[in-house]
């Protein structure tokens, strides 16, 4: 049977969030002060409610790229992890056809006290693959990290850069049909970064579809087709990569 071709499909999609021990008044002051983040709802049970996402919706087919802009706390993020699967929402529906890759966080599920090696099939079963392709891609992993013997010994060990290296390898072993970014990745010394790039770039040629969220504009004009902007949890229409400087003096 013949597998539905990529997609992604959002539909009225709102997001709220209870945020526990905090005065309303003081959190409303707060949201006001950066202009930006969510809108503050009713306030319970010593909860206030902070909706992070307001109907958002939007259609992407194989063949997308869409980036994302808006200012921190606009809803970017909130979004990829919505998309992910991360977030279930609280109103409205996401339909996403195709095999997920989020490079979102690259420490997520990483052991301190356990080996390199181990940490590799830990973030590879994370990422959904299955033990035999973890197994079969291991070698090409480890390879790509330049940890060599050091895979051997606890993560504690590492040095920031090492941690860096052996989560970025293993989170870009995946074959994605949507890849999902928050800002582009870069990781390492300058060789390494020379190499991620390249290992980064064929990651995205082959994903079907592209979401990518980043404040750099001219590499969202380089690798996106289309654009979304966010602000205050509401999306703006997708629409040309070549309407952004017009999106953003809306």
């Known amino acids: 049977m013949k597998a539905p071709p990529v997609s992604i499909s959002a539909r009225g999609l709102s997001l709220r969030f209870p945020v526990y021990g905090v005065d309303a008044k003081s959190l409303k002051k707060h949201l006001a ?8 709802g009713s306030s319970t049970a010593g909860a206030t409610e902070v909706t992070a996402l307001t109907n958002v919706s939007f259609e992407l087919k194989a063949g997308d790229r869409l980036g994302l802009i808006g200012h921190n706390g606009s809803g970017k993020t909130t979004l990829l992890r ?5 977030y279930e929402p609280d109103e409205g529906q996401i339909e996403v056809c195709g095999r997920i890759a989020a490079l979102l966080d690259l420490n997520l599920g990483i052991d301190p006290s356990a080996t390199g090696l181990d940490n590799i099939r830990l973030r590879g ?4 693959l299955t033990t035999r392709e973890i197994e079969d891609r291991l070698e090409e992993i480890a390879a790509f990290t330049g940890l060599g013997p050091f895979l051997a010994m606890p993560l504690k060990t590492y040095s920031a850069g090492m941690q860096a290296r052996l989560a970025f390898a293993t989170a870009t072993a995946v074959e994605a049909d949507v890849l999902l970014m928050d800002e582009w990745i870069a990781v390492g010394d300058a060789d390494f970064q020379k190499l991620a790039h390249k290992r980064l770039l064929k990651l995205v040629e082959r994903a079907g579809i592209l979401v ?6 001219d590499l969202l004009r380089l690798y996106c087709n289309k654009v979304m902007r966010m602000e205050g949890g509401v999306a703006s229409p ?11 003096a809306a």
């Open 33 to 40: 002060r950066v202009t930006v983040g969510g809108r503050l």
């Open 82 to 86: 919505a998309l992910s699967g991360a």
């Open 125 to 128: 079963r994370i990422a959904g």
């Open 212 to 217: 990518l969220a980043s404040h750099d504009l």
């Open 238 to 248: 997708v629409t040309d990569i070549r309407k952004l400087d017009e999106l953003l």
